[in-house]
Nanobody
Framework: QVQLVESGGGLVQAGGSLRLSCAAS????????MGWFRQAPGKERKFVAA????????YYTDSVKDRFTISRDSAKNTAYLQMNSLKPEDTADYYC??????????????WGRGTLVTVSS
């Protein structure tokens, strides 16, 4: 059974950093695109970043482009989201997703259960 398990969320002060991990199991993800989405309370889930597993090509939403870095470790089947210069508006549940295409298709993608990131001011 394929699973995505997020970790690394927590409470951090504004300006601080966190690294989120998304560990995939059950199959190789060499053909996949792995992405991160986030959902703040009362708001819709939005795309944050993605990485094409085979090439390492990355994609970002503008609001995080200069602060976040997505990467992957193929040997561990794990994707990471390094988040620097965190702002209170980054507070959200962060979800990992995997799909065969970019842009990711929310209704078709495999989803993790999420990890909470809280940025205090």
């Amino acid at each position: 059974q394929v699973q995505l398990v997020e970790s690394g969320g927590g409470l951090v002060q504004a300006g601080g950093s966190l690294r989120l991990s998304c560990a995939a199991s059950g199959r190789t993800f060499g053909r996949y695109v792995m992405g991160w989405f986030r959902q703040a309370p009362g708001k819709e889930r939005k795309f944050v970043a993605a990485v094409r597993w085979s090439s390492g090509n990355t994609y970002y939403t503008d609001s995080v482009k200069d602060r976040f870095t997505i990467s992957r470790d193929s040997a561990k089947n794990t994707a990471y989201l390094q988040m620097n210069s965190l702002k209170p508006e980054d507070t959200a549940d962060y979800y990992c997703a995997a799909d065969l295409t970019y842009p990711l298709r929310p209704g078709m993608a495999l989803w993790g259960r999420g990890t909470l990131v809280t940025v205090s001011s």
